[in-house]
T-cell receptor, first 114, second 113 residues
């Protein structure tokens, strides 16, 4: 079966621009997570959805970052007024349900802000 | 807050055993995970252990958990060149504390012929 997919695989943008990163979770998984991995670091939690609602957005660094999951499946991470410090790999994960379930990760989107 | 630490680098010879260590601070951790990341790829789940267990074996992989010392290790038997990658340990906190994973910085395993 298909795993978690993320598009685009690479995104290069200029400082100040707006970007959208997409995640398609494994079919039937109700929980979806976004993480950010900077070079040489482990992934850091951004936000977690249970169904359509954001159950925990405590990891979003500031109000330039926003994520949606309107139909409880595909999710979009949106970054406004991008800064060079936003450059990282953005990872998405999904799990069948949240509590106690293993998170399965997608390949990530590498964002480069020039 | 939660903190997870790993040594940065490990080099072993092909055929030897590798032991990757991890320490964590959250005493309410429920699950602990090991993920593998190859260059340019996402995270691949290798194995996990529930916090009330002290050992789990899965083929060449053995996970040991010392909950008192908050120490987790991953042993890879008969290490192969294909095992060269970065290995991350991660912990999930208690229910109600969120379902996020807190990751270590990763241990780069290099397998030499």
């Amino acid at each position: 079966g298909a795993g978690v997919s993320q598009t685009p695989s690479n995104k290069v943008t200029e400082k100040g621009k707006y970007v959208e990163l997409r995640c398609d979770p494994i079919s039937g998984h109700t929980a979806l997570y976004w993480y950010r991995q900077s070079l040489g670091q482990g992934p850091e939690f951004l936000i977690y959805f249970q169904g359509t609602g954001a159950a925990d957005d405590s990891g979003l660094p500031n109000d330039r970052f926003f994520a949606v999951r309107p139909e409880g499946s595909v999710s979009t991470l949106k970054i406004q007024r991008t800064e060079r410090g936003d450059s990282a790999v953005y990872l998405c994960a999904s799990s069948p349900k949240a509590l106690g379930d293993t998170q399965y990760f997608g390949p990530g989107t590498r964002l480069t802000v020039l | 807050g939660e903190d997870v630490e790993q040594s940065l680098f490990l080099s072993v010879r092909e055929g030897d055993s590798s032991v990757i260590n991890c320490t964590y601070t959250d005493s309410s951790s429920t699950y602990l995970y090991w993920y593998k990341q190859e260059p340019g790829a996402g995270l691949q789940l290798l194995t996990y252990i529930f916090s009330n267990m002290d050992m789990k074996q899965d083929q060449r992989l053995t996970v040991l958990l010392n909950k008192k010392d908050k120490h987790l290790s991953l042993r890879i038997a008969d290490t192969q060149t294909g095992d060269s990658a970065i290995y991350f340990c991660a912990e999930k906190g208690a229910p109600g504390g969120g379902n996020k994973l807190t990751f270590g910085t990763g241990t780069q395993l290099k397998v030499e012929l």
